[in-house]
């Protein structure tokens, strides 16, 4: 099935357009992306990339395109259930940024208890929990992803934050 996204502006509103995968993104074009962190337990999830996607063994956070006629919380609930399985409403948006031809919404998931795992096939291949230091110290290697590692370093300060008022 061939994915089609709505065409946004940098203010990230639809601009009336769709693209599927693979088109080329005019100036002034934005395909909308989620990223979803998740904390549960004092812990981080990262996710490996399966080996055949951009990026193939790379390690990241839970995220994806938003699909055509999706906002963008539907489509971080949707990535999240289907890349880990974690189905839950407890999103909070951390912030909107532009990125090449990507507007991103960052989120954050805060979780009492760690949930089981399920991968997605062909798109992750690995899972680890990560304490903040061991996390703050992946997001910088050369196997992560150099854009997210960027978004989370800008949002750390609320990330901190919110993982206290929640505790």
């Known amino acids: 099935m061939q994915e089609i996204y709505d065409v946004l502006d940098k203010n990230g509103h639809k601009i009336g357009a769709t693209k599927t995968r693979g088109d080329i993104f005019k100036k002034d074009e934005y395909m909308g992306v989620v990223n979803v962190l998740v904390y549960a337990e004092g812990d981080f999830l990262v996710t490996k990339r399966h080996p055949n996607k951009p990026y193939g063994n ?57 949930p089981a795992i399920t991968l997605q096939e062909k798109e992750t291949v690995a899972y680890k929990w990560l304490n903040k230091d061991a996390f703050i110290k992946k997001i910088h290697q050369d196997n992560f992803l150099y854009f997210v590692q960027e978004r989370l370093d800008a949002y750390q300060d609320e990330i901190e934050s919110l993982i206290k008022e929640a505790k």
């Open 58 to 114: 790379y390690y990241e956070i839970t995220g994806g395109g938003i699909l055509a006629g999706e906002d963008a919380l539907k489509a971080a609930k949707r990535e999240l259930k289907e890349e880990v399985g974690i189905e839950t409403d407890n999103l909070i948006l951390l912030g909107e940024a532009t990125d090449y031809h990507f507007y991103v919404y960052t989120y954050l998931v805060i979780l009492a208890k760690k």
